[in-house]
């Protein structure tokens, strides 16, 4: 059989249950939990036996993430939508709450427009404990209602009002800013390029700004009004990175210039009013919604 000698098997649960492990895995948590700590025999450290008796792997379910309308985050399961937490309070209700993600036990998302009286900016909250930390631009709003994860527990955020601020990843505290002279028009986007960490975000007079996230310094250079949130990958001829524009998407590669990291013209892709692109396994794709939905794909 497909599953070695045994067979393959699977289990059904109950209507409306979800599936049998995820209940199983809910049980034997519970009854852990009722047992309290388990000490471990005499020796067990010394002798390398990390697991309690009693104990198999623990295995991790797969959650999905949301923030209701209310302000609230939830964390369910995917398999059958129980939430093993109770619901926590994390931005103001009615926001317009934007890219939640949970990295590293820390949930993340921004919020934009003003909506519900909510302040602009990014908020992050410890999942576990439920503490809540944000950060507001002094002025303006996140531009392009995102951010992005760097190296050294950093999170990047670019605003309408000029600055690319680089915040600690727990309490989102600032610390270094780049001022790009114009608003920016879109969120950043964080990749590697030889030894360098780069970032690289669009602003409002058809620029991308390419800088180094060590020092903070970059420079801007001509990108064809690109918008919006960008995607970057690499392949067998170098570093690209790609964006959104009125007119299509385009692409530019990232090549040294004097010295220094610079963006060459790459290719576009015409089609009007395209999402923001992300790029999977070597194919970009994005979504145009005129006059009807249409997912592309570009190698």
Known sequence: GAGGPGGAKSDVGQPGEGAVTIAAMA???AARA??????PPPGAAAAGRGAMPGRGPRRNAEMIHAITSDGMYHGAYSSNGEEPVA???????NANARDLIVVDGVAYAATTGGCGGAPNGVWAMDVESHE???????????????FAFGTENKVYAATTTGDLVALDSKKLEVQNVYRGGQPFSGG??????KTKVMVAAPTADGHVHLVDAASMAGAAFPAAAAAGQMASWQDGSGRWIASATKDGIAAWKVADQ???PALQAGWTAPMA???APIVINGVVFTL???PAAVLHALD
Do not use: C, I, K, L
């Open 188 to 193: 950043p986007v964080v990749f590697e390029y």
């Open 132 to 146: 809540v930390v944000h950060w507001s631009p002094a002025s303006g709003d996140v531009a392009g209602g995102g």
């Open 288 to 290: 145009t919604n005129s």
């Open 87 to 93: 619901a926590a309070a994390f931005v103001p209700a």
């Open 273 to 275: 009013g395209p999402m």
């Open 34 to 39: 009722a047992r309290g700590p388990v000490t």
């Open 258 to 260: 004097g010295g220094a």
């Open 27 to 29: 049980a034997a948590e």
